[in-house]
């Protein structure tokens, strides 16, 4: 009878082995531009996450939800996870990632201003700086991956 013990001196199966491969982090990903969007929106996504904590806390949900969410996304492009789920539109998916957080981070950015401590505003700023790279991403998403290209016989 096997136990833990025995399978652990062993060496892992090929089958064993070949599952963790998906998880080795695409270095070129990290520095390619979706890459630095990503990264960009995960630390300002921290920052107002700290802000909000230090102010109003009724706000940092929203944040840390959105922090998370990104993080999840960074994840699985840096480590092409994404690609073992086929079935489902990333692009799309990446796309109302963004607009769902430009509106949030609207909605919940002008709504911490009002209360006029510090830490809100410093929040707010960072808030509208985020909105904007949020909003690019959005823009190149649309561009590169779900606009309609034009054939040539859509132009004439």
Known sequence: MFSAWDRRERPPEEGAAAGLQGFGVDKTFLSSLKGILLETEL????IIFICFTAS????????LLEFLITLAFLFLCA?????????LNWPCLDFLRCLSAIVIFL???FAAVTSREGAAIAAFVFGIILVSVFA???FKIYRTELMPSTTEGDQQ
């Open 43 to 46: 630390a300002l996504t921290f």
């Open 56 to 63: 109003i806390s009724a706000y940092m949900a929203a944040a």
């Open 79 to 87: 480590t092409q996870y994404y690609q073992r789920f086929d079935r």
């Open 107 to 109: 909605v919940v950015s």
């Open 136 to 138: 690019y991403d959005a």
